[in-house]
Protein backbone atom coordinates (compact mmCIF):
# COMPACT_ATOMS: atom_id res chain seq x y z
CA UNK A 1 0.00 0.00 0.00
CA UNK A 2 1.18 3.47 -0.96
CA UNK A 3 1.17 6.12 1.39
CA UNK A 4 -0.95 8.00 -0.85
CA UNK A 5 -3.37 5.21 -0.91
CA UNK A 6 -3.93 5.37 2.89
CA UNK A 7 -6.91 5.57 4.54
CA UNK A 8 -7.31 7.77 7.41
CA UNK A 9 -8.76 5.81 10.39
CA UNK A 10 -9.28 7.19 14.16
CA UNK A 11 -10.40 4.30 16.28
CA UNK A 12 -9.84 0.78 16.72
CA UNK A 13 -11.83 -2.18 18.42
CA UNK A 14 -9.92 -5.65 18.31
CA UNK A 15 -12.07 -8.62 19.25
CA UNK A 16 -11.55 -12.42 19.64
CA UNK A 17 -12.56 -14.91 16.68
CA UNK A 18 -12.11 -17.90 18.57
CA UNK A 19 -12.19 -18.80 22.28
CA UNK A 20 -8.44 -17.02 22.44
CA UNK A 21 -8.51 -14.68 24.97
CA UNK A 22 -7.78 -10.96 24.62
CA UNK A 23 -5.42 -10.44 27.35
CA UNK A 24 -2.67 -12.84 25.36
CA UNK A 25 -2.98 -10.62 22.43
CA UNK A 26 -2.87 -7.59 24.07
CA UNK A 27 0.51 -8.89 26.49
CA UNK A 28 1.77 -10.26 22.64
CA UNK A 29 0.97 -6.80 20.88
CA UNK A 30 3.61 -4.82 23.52
CA UNK A 31 6.24 -8.26 23.74
CA UNK A 32 6.79 -8.10 20.48
CA UNK A 33 7.22 -4.68 18.85
CA UNK A 34 9.03 -4.30 15.81
CA UNK A 35 12.84 -2.62 15.41
CA UNK A 36 12.08 1.03 16.46
CA UNK A 37 8.88 0.25 18.10
CA UNK A 38 9.65 1.03 21.67
CA UNK A 39 7.28 -0.07 24.38
CA UNK A 40 7.03 2.98 26.87
CA UNK A 41 6.52 1.67 30.52
CA UNK A 42 7.37 5.81 31.62
CA UNK A 43 4.11 6.88 30.47
CA UNK A 44 1.24 7.16 32.95
CA UNK A 45 -2.65 6.93 31.88
CA UNK A 46 -4.88 9.14 33.41
CA UNK A 47 -8.16 6.94 32.25
CA UNK A 48 -10.77 10.01 30.81
CA UNK A 49 -11.02 8.58 27.35
CA UNK A 50 -13.54 5.87 28.16
CA UNK A 51 -15.93 4.68 30.35
CA UNK A 52 -14.91 1.17 29.65
CA UNK A 53 -13.58 -0.86 32.33
CA UNK A 54 -9.94 -0.98 31.91
CA UNK A 55 -8.15 -4.09 33.14
CA UNK A 56 -4.45 -2.51 31.28
CA UNK A 57 -3.07 -0.18 29.51
CA UNK A 58 -0.25 0.43 27.06
CA UNK A 59 1.89 3.36 25.41
CA UNK A 60 3.33 2.29 22.19
CA UNK A 61 6.00 4.85 20.72
CA UNK A 62 6.61 4.98 17.28
CA UNK A 63 9.85 5.40 14.81
CA UNK A 64 10.17 8.67 14.03
CA UNK A 65 8.82 9.92 11.04
CA UNK A 66 8.96 13.48 8.79
CA UNK A 67 5.49 15.52 8.33
CA UNK A 68 6.33 16.98 4.46
CA UNK A 69 3.91 19.25 4.85
CA UNK A 70 5.60 21.08 7.86
CA UNK A 71 8.75 19.68 7.87
CA UNK A 72 8.64 18.39 10.85
CA UNK A 73 10.18 14.91 12.74
CA UNK A 74 7.93 13.58 14.94
CA UNK A 75 6.48 10.51 16.45
CA UNK A 76 2.95 8.85 17.73
CA UNK A 77 2.22 7.51 21.27
CA UNK A 78 -0.14 4.94 20.69
CA UNK A 79 -2.61 4.19 24.17
CA UNK A 80 -4.33 0.67 23.93
CA UNK A 81 -6.76 -0.07 26.90
CA UNK A 82 -7.45 -3.72 27.72
CA UNK A 83 -11.03 -4.72 28.99
CA UNK A 84 -12.66 -7.98 29.32
CA UNK A 85 -13.53 -8.74 26.12
CA UNK A 86 -11.66 -6.31 23.85
CA UNK A 87 -8.36 -4.19 23.20
CA UNK A 88 -9.71 -0.49 22.24
CA UNK A 89 -7.87 2.30 21.07
CA UNK A 90 -7.82 5.13 24.21
CA UNK A 91 -5.83 8.01 21.91
CA UNK A 92 -2.71 8.68 20.08
CA UNK A 93 -0.68 11.53 21.28
CA UNK A 94 2.32 13.20 18.98
CA UNK A 95 5.67 14.22 20.53
CA UNK A 96 5.05 17.33 19.32
CA UNK A 97 2.18 19.90 20.29
CA UNK A 98 -0.06 20.17 16.24
CA UNK A 99 -3.65 21.80 16.27
CA UNK A 100 -6.55 19.33 15.72
CA UNK A 101 -7.33 20.11 12.99
CA UNK A 102 -4.15 19.15 11.42
CA UNK A 103 -3.93 15.95 13.38
CA UNK A 104 -6.02 13.84 11.53
CA UNK A 105 -3.92 12.40 8.32
CA UNK A 106 -0.77 12.24 11.26
CA UNK A 107 -3.21 10.07 12.91
CA UNK A 108 -4.32 8.04 10.26
CA UNK A 109 -0.78 7.35 9.29
CA UNK A 110 0.38 6.37 12.68
CA UNK A 111 -2.05 3.83 12.88
CA UNK A 112 -2.07 2.15 9.43
CA UNK A 113 1.86 1.86 10.76
CA UNK A 114 0.22 0.32 13.73
CA UNK A 115 -1.87 -1.73 12.13
CA UNK A 116 0.90 -3.06 9.24
CA UNK A 117 4.21 -3.03 11.39
CA UNK A 118 2.99 -4.45 14.81
CA UNK A 119 -0.43 -6.18 14.07
CA UNK A 120 -0.13 -7.93 11.15
CA UNK A 121 2.82 -9.55 11.94
CA UNK A 122 1.42 -10.86 15.15
CA UNK A 123 1.13 -14.85 15.55
CA UNK A 124 -2.17 -14.12 16.87
CA UNK A 125 -3.89 -11.81 14.39
CA UNK A 126 -5.61 -13.89 12.71
CA UNK A 127 -7.80 -15.49 15.63
CA UNK A 128 -8.63 -11.87 16.33
CA UNK A 129 -11.41 -9.04 14.38
CA UNK A 130 -10.08 -5.94 13.91
CA UNK A 131 -12.27 -3.21 13.48
CA UNK A 132 -10.62 0.07 11.98
CA UNK A 133 -13.01 3.05 11.60
CA UNK A 134 -13.11 7.21 10.58
CA UNK A 135 -14.71 9.34 13.58
CA UNK A 136 -13.00 12.61 13.71
CA UNK A 137 -14.79 15.68 13.40
CA UNK A 138 -17.91 13.63 12.34
CA UNK A 139 -17.57 12.16 15.77
CA UNK A 140 -18.88 14.05 19.02
CA UNK A 141 -15.64 13.08 20.97
CA UNK A 142 -13.51 14.70 18.58
CA UNK A 143 -14.92 17.85 20.10
CA UNK A 144 -14.99 16.98 23.74
CA UNK A 145 -13.05 18.55 26.45
CA UNK A 146 -14.00 16.35 29.00
CA UNK A 147 -15.75 12.54 28.88
CA UNK A 148 -18.82 14.00 30.72
CA UNK A 149 -19.48 16.80 28.29
CA UNK A 150 -22.74 17.10 27.61
CA UNK A 151 -23.42 16.62 24.19
CA UNK A 152 -23.68 20.20 21.88
CA UNK A 153 -27.49 20.90 19.97
CA UNK A 154 -26.64 20.77 15.80
CA UNK A 155 -28.27 23.11 13.82
CA UNK A 156 -28.41 23.25 10.12
CA UNK A 157 -29.27 26.57 8.77
CA UNK A 158 -30.96 26.51 5.70
CA UNK A 159 -30.09 30.27 5.19
CA UNK A 160 -26.78 30.25 5.35
CA UNK A 161 -25.90 26.46 4.48
CA UNK A 162 -23.90 25.99 7.68
CA UNK A 163 -24.36 23.81 10.61
CA UNK A 164 -23.47 25.12 14.41
CA UNK A 165 -22.71 23.63 17.47
CA UNK A 166 -24.15 25.18 20.20
CA UNK A 167 -23.62 24.61 23.98
CA UNK A 168 -26.40 24.76 26.31
CA UNK A 169 -25.52 27.04 29.35
CA UNK A 170 -26.88 27.30 33.15
CA UNK A 171 -27.22 29.66 35.98
CA UNK A 172 -26.67 29.01 39.46
CA UNK A 173 -26.42 31.15 42.64
CA UNK A 174 -24.03 30.22 45.63
CA UNK A 175 -23.98 32.99 48.15
CA UNK A 176 -23.40 36.11 46.49
CA UNK A 177 -21.34 34.83 42.96
CA UNK A 178 -23.47 33.80 40.13
CA UNK A 179 -22.44 30.89 38.79
CA UNK A 180 -22.32 30.45 34.49
CA UNK A 181 -21.67 26.56 33.96
CA UNK A 182 -22.43 24.30 30.64
CA UNK A 183 -23.99 21.02 32.49
CA UNK A 184 -22.87 17.70 32.05
CA UNK A 185 -24.18 14.68 30.44
CA UNK A 186 -26.28 13.23 33.77
CA UNK A 187 -25.41 9.24 32.92
CA UNK A 188 -21.60 10.16 32.44
CA UNK A 189 -21.49 11.46 35.83
CA UNK A 190 -22.98 8.71 36.62
CA UNK A 191 -20.75 6.37 35.01
CA UNK A 192 -17.27 8.22 36.18
CA UNK A 193 -18.44 8.41 39.84
CA UNK A 194 -18.74 4.77 39.66
CA UNK A 195 -15.94 4.09 37.75
CA UNK A 196 -13.58 5.86 40.01
CA UNK A 197 -15.23 4.09 42.94
CA UNK A 198 -14.66 1.28 41.56
CA UNK A 199 -11.23 1.71 40.91
CA UNK A 200 -10.66 2.69 44.25
CA UNK A 201 -12.87 -0.18 45.88
CA UNK A 202 -10.76 -2.74 43.63
CA UNK A 203 -7.34 -0.97 44.81
CA UNK A 204 -8.32 -1.66 48.85
CA UNK A 205 -9.06 -4.88 48.42
CA UNK A 206 -5.93 -5.90 46.28
CA UNK A 207 -4.07 -4.43 49.76
CA UNK A 208 -6.51 -6.31 52.15
CA UNK A 209 -6.51 -9.52 50.01
CA UNK A 210 -2.56 -9.02 49.96
CA UNK A 211 -2.28 -10.06 54.00
CA UNK A 212 -2.75 -14.08 54.84
CA UNK A 213 -2.89 -17.20 53.57
CA UNK A 214 -6.69 -19.01 52.34
CA UNK A 215 -8.25 -17.67 55.83
CA UNK A 216 -8.23 -14.10 56.02
CA UNK A 217 -8.72 -12.22 59.76
CA UNK A 218 -9.77 -8.86 59.58
CA UNK A 219 -8.35 -7.54 62.70
CA UNK A 220 -8.67 -4.10 64.25
CA UNK A 221 -6.04 -2.50 62.73
CA UNK A 222 -6.93 -3.75 58.94
CA UNK A 223 -10.48 -2.75 59.87
CA UNK A 224 -10.75 0.60 58.40
CA UNK A 225 -9.27 -0.38 55.12
CA UNK A 226 -12.18 -3.44 55.04
CA UNK A 227 -14.68 -0.56 55.50
CA UNK A 228 -13.11 2.13 53.06
CA UNK A 229 -13.45 -0.63 50.72
CA UNK A 230 -17.41 -1.48 51.48
CA UNK A 231 -17.79 2.26 51.07
CA UNK A 232 -16.46 2.81 47.57
CA UNK A 233 -18.67 -0.28 46.78
CA UNK A 234 -22.08 0.66 47.75
CA UNK A 235 -20.64 4.25 46.01
CA UNK A 236 -20.00 2.66 42.78
CA UNK A 237 -23.32 -0.26 43.15
CA UNK A 238 -25.70 2.95 43.54
CA UNK A 239 -24.26 5.16 40.79
CA UNK A 240 -23.94 2.23 38.66
CA UNK A 241 -27.64 1.50 38.85
CA UNK A 242 -28.37 5.39 38.73
CA UNK A 243 -26.68 5.37 35.22
CA UNK A 244 -28.88 2.67 33.81
CA UNK A 245 -31.83 4.03 35.47
CA UNK A 246 -31.15 7.44 34.20
CA UNK A 247 -30.15 6.05 30.91
CA UNK A 248 -33.65 4.51 30.57
CA UNK A 249 -35.86 7.27 31.94
CA UNK A 250 -34.39 9.50 29.21
CA UNK A 251 -34.78 7.36 26.14
CA UNK A 252 -38.46 7.34 26.06
CA UNK A 253 -40.45 9.84 24.19
CA UNK A 254 -42.80 11.68 25.94
CA UNK A 255 -45.70 10.44 23.66
CA UNK A 256 -44.60 6.96 24.51
CA UNK A 257 -47.83 4.61 25.67
CA UNK A 258 -46.71 0.78 26.25
CA UNK A 259 -49.67 -1.85 26.37
CA UNK A 260 -49.81 -4.80 28.52
CA UNK A 261 -51.60 -7.15 29.98
CA UNK A 262 -52.02 -7.77 33.79
CA UNK A 263 -52.53 -10.60 36.18
CA UNK A 264 -56.28 -10.22 35.84
CA UNK A 265 -56.26 -10.24 32.26
CA UNK A 266 -56.94 -7.02 31.97
CA UNK A 267 -54.82 -4.44 29.41
CA UNK A 268 -53.38 -1.38 30.57
CA UNK A 269 -52.01 1.46 28.82
CA UNK A 270 -48.77 3.05 30.71
CA UNK A 271 -47.26 6.39 29.13
CA UNK A 272 -43.79 7.96 29.97
CA UNK A 273 -45.06 9.06 33.63
CA UNK A 274 -46.34 5.81 34.93
CA UNK A 275 -43.03 4.04 33.19
CA UNK A 276 -40.81 6.19 35.07
CA UNK A 277 -42.75 5.95 38.36
CA UNK A 278 -43.89 2.71 38.53
CA UNK A 279 -41.98 0.30 36.19
CA UNK A 280 -38.96 -1.43 37.46
CA UNK A 281 -35.63 -0.30 35.70
CA UNK A 282 -34.92 -4.03 34.77
CA UNK A 283 -38.63 -3.81 32.79
CA UNK A 284 -37.72 -0.31 31.22
CA UNK A 285 -34.66 -1.85 29.76
CA UNK A 286 -35.72 -5.33 29.00
CA UNK A 287 -39.51 -4.51 27.55
CA UNK A 288 -39.56 -0.92 26.60
CA UNK A 289 -36.19 0.00 25.35
CA UNK A 290 -35.77 -2.51 22.45
CA UNK A 291 -39.25 -1.43 21.62
CA UNK A 292 -38.28 1.96 21.23
CA UNK A 293 -34.44 1.58 20.15
CA UNK A 294 -35.38 -1.33 17.34
CA UNK A 295 -32.79 -3.67 19.31
CA UNK A 296 -32.69 -7.41 19.90
CA UNK A 297 -33.39 -8.95 22.88
CA UNK A 298 -31.31 -7.71 25.78
CA UNK A 299 -32.17 -10.19 28.14
CA UNK A 300 -30.54 -13.01 26.34
CA UNK A 301 -27.18 -11.50 26.85
CA UNK A 302 -24.55 -12.62 28.69
CA UNK A 303 -24.21 -9.82 31.07
CA UNK A 304 -28.09 -9.63 31.95
CA UNK A 305 -27.87 -11.79 34.66
CA UNK A 306 -25.11 -9.34 35.86
CA UNK A 307 -27.38 -6.70 35.62
CA UNK A 308 -30.07 -8.09 37.65
CA UNK A 309 -27.59 -9.12 40.25
CA UNK A 310 -26.82 -5.27 40.78
CA UNK A 311 -30.70 -4.46 40.96
CA UNK A 312 -30.76 -7.23 43.52
CA UNK A 313 -27.81 -5.07 45.43
CA UNK A 314 -28.79 -2.07 45.13
CA UNK A 315 -32.08 -2.42 46.11
CA UNK A 316 -30.71 -4.42 49.18
CA UNK A 317 -27.93 -1.26 49.90
CA UNK A 318 -31.06 1.05 49.25
CA UNK A 319 -34.14 -1.08 51.47
CA UNK A 320 -32.14 -2.91 54.13
CA UNK A 321 -33.84 -5.42 55.91
CA UNK A 322 -33.38 -6.74 59.32
CA UNK A 323 -32.57 -9.44 61.27
CA UNK A 324 -32.93 -10.48 65.37
CA UNK A 325 -36.97 -9.51 65.19
CA UNK A 326 -36.39 -6.04 63.43
CA UNK A 327 -33.77 -5.03 66.13
CA UNK A 328 -30.40 -4.75 64.09
CA UNK A 329 -29.66 -4.61 59.64
CA UNK A 330 -28.82 -7.75 58.31
CA UNK A 331 -25.27 -7.86 57.42
CA UNK A 332 -25.58 -10.20 54.65
CA UNK A 333 -25.49 -7.85 51.84
CA UNK A 334 -21.50 -7.47 52.95
CA UNK A 335 -20.16 -10.86 52.05
CA UNK A 336 -22.23 -9.81 48.51
CA UNK A 337 -19.79 -7.05 48.36
CA UNK A 338 -17.04 -9.52 48.57
CA UNK A 339 -17.87 -12.03 46.24
CA UNK A 340 -15.99 -13.30 43.18
CA UNK A 341 -18.81 -11.07 40.79
CA UNK A 342 -18.86 -7.98 42.46
CA UNK A 343 -16.78 -6.18 39.99
CA UNK A 344 -18.52 -7.65 36.64
CA UNK A 345 -21.87 -7.06 38.29
CA UNK A 346 -21.16 -3.24 39.01
CA UNK A 347 -19.72 -2.69 35.59
CA UNK A 348 -23.02 -4.33 33.69
CA UNK A 349 -24.16 -1.13 33.50
CA UNK A 350 -21.71 0.09 31.06
CA UNK A 351 -22.62 -3.31 28.90
CA UNK A 352 -26.39 -2.47 29.20
CA UNK A 353 -25.81 1.28 27.70
CA UNK A 354 -23.08 -0.35 25.36
CA UNK A 355 -25.58 -2.63 23.88
CA UNK A 356 -28.24 0.15 22.44
CA UNK A 357 -25.14 2.07 21.82
CA UNK A 358 -24.39 -0.49 19.04
CA UNK A 359 -27.78 0.17 17.58
CA UNK A 360 -28.02 3.83 17.35
CA UNK A 361 -25.95 6.37 19.64
CA UNK A 362 -27.10 9.28 17.76
CA UNK A 363 -29.02 10.79 20.31
CA UNK A 364 -28.23 13.25 22.71
CA UNK A 365 -28.94 11.12 25.71
CA UNK A 366 -26.41 8.98 25.28
CA UNK A 367 -22.63 9.84 26.92
CA UNK A 368 -19.62 9.96 25.09
CA UNK A 369 -16.48 7.70 25.46
CA UNK A 370 -18.41 4.18 24.09
CA UNK A 371 -16.75 5.02 20.47
CA UNK A 372 -17.31 6.93 17.61
CA UNK A 373 -20.44 8.87 18.81
CA UNK A 374 -22.96 9.83 15.55
CA UNK A 375 -24.50 13.36 15.29
CA UNK A 376 -28.19 14.49 15.42
CA UNK A 377 -28.52 17.62 13.21
CA UNK A 378 -31.81 19.56 13.46
CA UNK A 379 -32.75 21.94 10.51
CA UNK A 380 -33.68 24.91 10.63
CA UNK A 381 -34.68 28.02 7.97
CA UNK A 382 -31.94 30.30 10.02
CA UNK A 383 -30.36 31.18 12.92
CA UNK A 384 -31.97 34.80 13.46
CA UNK A 385 -35.65 33.10 13.04
CA UNK A 386 -34.94 30.08 15.27
CA UNK A 387 -33.75 32.44 18.27
CA UNK A 388 -34.90 35.67 19.92
CA UNK A 389 -33.21 38.54 21.53
CA UNK A 390 -33.08 38.03 24.91
CA UNK A 391 -32.84 41.17 27.54
CA UNK A 392 -30.74 41.57 30.32
CA UNK A 393 -33.56 41.42 32.90
CA UNK A 394 -34.24 38.23 31.71
CA UNK A 395 -31.63 37.02 32.31
Given at each position: MTEDRIRIFTDVTITP??????????????RNLPTKWRFCKEKSYDDNDSFRILIDVVCLETPAFVDKRMDKTLSGFIYLGL???????????????????????????????FHEAVLKPNKHYHNFEHSFEFGGPSDENWFKSDLRDERSIKLFSKADQKTYFLVRSEKAKHLHKQISYSPPNNISLSLSLMKKS???AHAKLKQLLSAGGKVLNIDNDQKPLLFDYLEEIQTSVIFSYIAIEGFANAVIPENFQHDRINERGIKETWNKQNIERWMSTSEKVGVILPKIINSGDIKIQPFWSDFKGLEVLRNDIVHQKTIDRGTKLDPGIYAQMLGDKIFQTISSSIKV?????????????????????????HEIESMEKHFRHVNDDEL
Open positions: KTTLGVKRYFSSIATDDSIILLKVDLSIDIPKEERLEIIGYVLHNMSRIDFFYKVDNAHPYFPLGLGIAKFQV
